[in-house]
């Protein structure tokens, strides 16, 4: 009996050491600090105001912005990627737009933690509304060489925020832009008056394109 505990213990810790040994292989291999190194680079270029992580079984995010028109980072647990091969952002009931996101520029793999991190930037015109809803679709391949889709909703919730200067840390949020554009705080303003000048304004509803137009008249 002695013996066969000793013999136990002593397989016991070869196997723990081999796993230890291998982990550390694996962390200080080429290929793993290469992905660390990208990764680190990504998320200081885009400089995200939050991190938002996502369950990947859940059907849809809904994230309340407190400002917008600044990058989001999302993080989702996607195992077993070989390769992401595209991810299109499509919104068809408003500001109609097909955009597609860019490796590197709007979204990162993380094969070493099995994270898809995507970046998004919501602008102001995107929320006259106050809530704009997109459908996110990716399209991957697996480690067993599938090919596989994957989508989920992304919905923004959002109420502007009137001028505050003359009542210092008072926060007063209005129903919506258009009703009283006028009232705006001077950022938001500045914001809208920038994106009036590169909004494609052909693509956009008959009904939303109204709402951008009396913005624009009371700016």
């Given at each position: 009996?002695?013996?066969?505990?000793?013999?136990?213990?002593?397989?016991?810790?070869?196997?723990?050491?081999?796993?230890?040994?291998?982990?550390?292989?694996?962390?200080?291999?080429?290929?793993?600090q290469k992905i660390l190194r990208e990764k680190?680079?990504?998320?200081?270029?885009?400089?995200?105001?939050?991190?938002?992580?996502?369950?990947?079984?859940?059907?849809?995010?809904?994230?309340?912005?407190?400002?917008?028109?600044?990058?989001?980072?999302?993080?989702?647990?996607?195992?077993?990627?070989?390769?992401?091969?595209?991810?299109?952002?499509?919104?068809?009931?408003?500001?109609?737009?097909?955009?597609?996101?860019?490796?590197?520029?709007?979204?990162?793999?993380?094969?070493?933690?099995?994270?898809?991190?995507?970046?998004?930037?919501?602008?102001?015109?995107?929320?006259?509304?106050?809530?704009?809803?997109?459908?996110?679709?990716?399209?991957?391949?697996?480690?067993?060489?599938?090919?596989?889709?994957?989508?989920?909703?992304?919905?923004?919730?959002?109420?502007?925020?009137?001028?505050?200067?003359?009542?210092?840390?008072?926060?007063?949020?209005?129903?919506?832009?258009?009703?009283?554009?006028?009232?705006?705080?001077?950022?938001?303003?500045?914001?809208?008056?920038?994106?009036?000048?590169?909004?494609?304004?052909?693509?956009?509803?008959?009904?939303?394109?109204?709402?951008?137009?009396?913005?624009?008249?009371?700016?």
């Amino acid at each position: 009996m002695k013996l066969t505990n000793i013999s136990i213990i002593f397989i016991l810790t070869i196997f723990f050491i081999g796993c230890s040994s291998s982990t550390n292989n694996l962390t200080n291999s080429k290929e793993y600090q290469k992905i660390l190194r990208e990764k680190k680079e990504f998320v200081e270029k885009i400089n995200p105001m939050a991190t938002v992580n996502i369950n990947k079984n859940s059907l849809k995010t809904i994230t309340l912005l407190q400002e917008a028109s600044n990058n989001i980072l999302y993080v989702i647990k996607l195992e077993n990627i070989r390769n992401i091969q595209s991810i299109l952002l499509t919104e068809n009931k408003k500001i109609n737009i097909e955009k597609v996101l860019f490796k590197s520029q709007d979204f990162f793999y993380d094969k070493n933690n099995e994270e898809l991190l995507i970046n998004l930037n919501i602008p102001y015109l995107y929320l006259v509304d106050n809530t704009i809803e997109f459908d996110m679709f990716f399209i991957y391949e697996t480690t067993n060489k599938e090919i596989k889709t994957y989508k989920r909703k992304f919905i923004f919730k959002y109420k502007p925020m009137e001028d505050s200067r003359e009542d210092f840390m008072s926060f007063v949020y209005m129903e919506n832009m258009h009703k009283d554009a006028n009232k705006l705080d001077p950022i938001i303003k500045k914001h809208l008056e920038l994106e009036l000048q590169i909004i494609d304004k052909n693509r956009l509803s008959k009904e939303y394109l109204k709402k951008i137009e009396k913005i624009e008249n009371n700016l």
